[in-house]
């Protein structure tokens, strides 16, 4: 495998044991600095199921990255894509100009996305893509006549990633509490996390479809003329993988109808497979008006994010002169050449290799993997659905969040598995490239892991 020797890399060597004069200015994101810094966990090539640390250990990635990994690392078509795309069109701007990449991307990604969302806006991650889905509700009942209707509305424990938009209507506290006042004119549902009633259920919990009756009391308190949209992932990742009732997503969608509110499915954990199909809103056959994607997109070698968004919406637009910008919004890297290569060669790939089907395939052996660890040390729970998993572990007296990390860095440090913390929720995605054996590999690792953590 091309690993580079990190052993005989002096650069590589200080880094991994934790020289904070060579690690201070990089301003880590969402870490903890100062602790990662003591002892870092350092990544240093991948391939297929398998990072490669700079110490040299062959780490199994539960968690495909950050959740976009979908088809494996340096999967030799996409590597090759990108490689002839930077010398082919380095850069290209899509601002009253074009290259055809964009176009042949978008069709391929409508001929995927449910009908009637056949139209595609181009950003460069997720946080942008939840900003442009948030701006074009906001523009789309403005373009008809309805410019009232300005409120947004979320749901408590959601994450839609790191902008005011997404911070707005976003419902984890630590993620908010910092930053000032956000977006006037925002709600949230209440999530739909309980775990007296549902804990340990296997895929959907029976319990909370009611839940959705939340929108029907927004609605009553500030009448439906002047709400604009809500926006929720269909499977709550980073707040610890917490999952649609049977029957909560269909009422939601109902309740909007019945009151002209756009629903926007978040999409970016859940989108090109994750759950079975290439978006949940097929799996769980509820369509919204608008999708926000990016990850899996490109499999995360380049960033890219997507806005789907209806028909409907789209045309709404596509009035007054024919020389008038319909839709003032944009970014430099829409529809980067590097990214749609990227992108075009990944769409390839899930094809090729069936991978939108594999969570069908393999959910109920990882269903039966992951709810074997019921009856381990402090577990309080375990939810999957799709080649999701979450497995929650009871908070340490001193403080939310200490077991949760102690299982992760044990899992990096001592049986080479790359997993994700959030609060106590160990959450895993594993790329959808995996077999049986890994996954019955994932799970012994992280048994033994709890198993040893007080
Ligand atoms: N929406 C959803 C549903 C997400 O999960 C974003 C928006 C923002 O995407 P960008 O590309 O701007 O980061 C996300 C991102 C975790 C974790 O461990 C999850 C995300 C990002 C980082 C960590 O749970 N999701």
């Given amino acids: 495998m091309p690993f580079p020797d ?44 398998y990072y490669r640390s700079v110490d040299g250990r062959e780490i199994l990635d539960g ?76 523009a789309y009942h403005r373009a008809r006549g309805e410019g009232q209707r300005t409120r947004l509305i979320g749901r408590e424990k959601g994450y839609h990633g790191v902008g005011f938009g997404g911070i707005s209507v976003g419902g984890m506290v630590n993620n908010r509490k ?63 993988v917490v999952l649609p009732p049977e029957g909560y997503l269909k009422r939601i969608r109902e309740i909007c109808d019945k009151h002209g509110i756009l629903l926007i499915f978040d999409e970016v954990i859940t989108g090109f497979g994750r759950v079975g199909k290439a978006f949940a809103a097929q799996r769980f056959g509820v369509t919204p008006d608008l999708i926000s994607t990016a990850k899996g997109l490109t499999n995360g070698a380049v960033p890219m994010g997507a806005v789907f968004a209806s028909k409907a919406i789209h045309d709404a637009f596509m009035h007054g002169p ?52 019921k009856g381990l040390p402090n577990v309080v729970d375990i939810r999957n659905f799709g080649l999701v998993g979450a497995v929650e572990l009871a908070a340490r007296p001193e403080g939310v969040g200490q077991r949760g990390y102690e299982v992760f860095n044990r899992c990096y440090f001592e049986q080479n598995l790359m997993v994700r913390c959030t609060g106590d929720v160990i959450a895993m995605s594993p790329p959808l490239i995996l077999n049986k054996e890994h996954i019955d590999r994932i799970f012994d690792r992280l048994a033994a892991t709890i198993r040893a953590t007080a």
């Fill in 6 to 49: 990190a052993a005989s890399d002096p650069d590589l060597q200080a880094l991994a044991t934790g020289h904070p004069e060579r690690t201070d200015a990089f301003w880590m994101p969402f870490t903890a600095n100062r602790q990662f810094k003591k002892t870092p966990r350092l990544l240093a090539s991948a391939e297929g199921m």
């Fill in 178 to 240: 910092f930053f000032g006042a956000m977006l006037p004119g925002v709600d949230h549902l209440r999530h739909t996390l309980d775990l007296q009633r549902n804990a340990f259920s296997r895929g959907l919990p029976q319990h909370g479809a009611e839940l959705a009756e939340d929108l029907e009391r927004l609605v009553q308190l500030h009448d439906a003329s002047t709400i604009a949209a809500v926006i929720i992932e269909p499977i709550s990742g980073s707040a610890g």
């Fill in 322 to 373: 024919e020389g008038a910008i319909e839709l003032f919004h944009g970014y430099t890297y829409s529809g980067h050449p590097l990214a749609c290569a990227a992108a075009l060669a990944t769409l390839d790939v899930y094809e090729s290799e069936g991978l939108f089907e594999k969570a069908i395939e393999l959910g109920p052996y990882w269903e039966q993997a992951i709810h074997s660890l």
């Fill in 63 to 138: 968690t495909g990255g950050l959740w976009c990994v979908n088809a494996g690392h340096a999967n030799p078509r996409i590597v090759q894509a990108i490689q002839q795309q930077a010398a082919t069109l380095d850069f290209a701007p899509t601002f009253q100009m074009g290259h055809p990449l964009p176009f042949i991307l978008a069709e391929r990604l409508a001929a995927i996305a449910p009908d009637p969302l056949k139209h595609v806006f181009f950003t460069n991650s997720g946080s942008e893509s939840v900003d442009t889905a948030l701006k074009i509700a906001l």
